[in-house]
């Protein structure tokens, strides 16, 4: 599996993040800009220490992955999603995409793929949930789905 975050701007939440996939080996894709410095004190406390553990990888901007990794499936969380992460059957290479915490993803993008757009079922009028707890959420579910592969 592989989660990419497209301009994330808190750095609790990418080491958070970042600690969840590498605890259940997924690779982590960071787009820039990035709202903080990879050496954040924030950015080590919540997962740093993990870092030799994780694959992660660096992109100018989204058209840099698509690029590179043409041949695979994005699926792209959005409170705008109009079908619930569950009804998707995740497969072992697929792309999770998450967008900043201030803003989601970019208008444009969820429109050129509107087929592909999940979302968590949440309340109306509620703040969504936190990034890393919407990435484990989703996550989780993917690794559910392939019986935890690779994992104890």
Known sequence: MHIVLVEPEIPGNTGNISRTCAITGTELHLVKPLG??????????????????????????????????????????????????????????DFLVFGKETAGLPEWLLLANKETCIRIPMKANVRSLNLSNSVAVILFEALRQQEFTGLS
């Open 36 to 93: 903080f410095s990879i050496d954040d004190k924030h950015l080590k406390r919540a997962g740093l220490d993990y870092w030799h553990d994780l694959g992660i990888h660096y992109h100018e901007n989204f058209q840099e992955i698509l690029a590179q990794y043409k041949n695979h499936r994005f699926l792209y969380a959005t409170t705008k999603g109009a079908q619930p992460y569950t009804s998707v059957k995740y497969r072992e290479n």
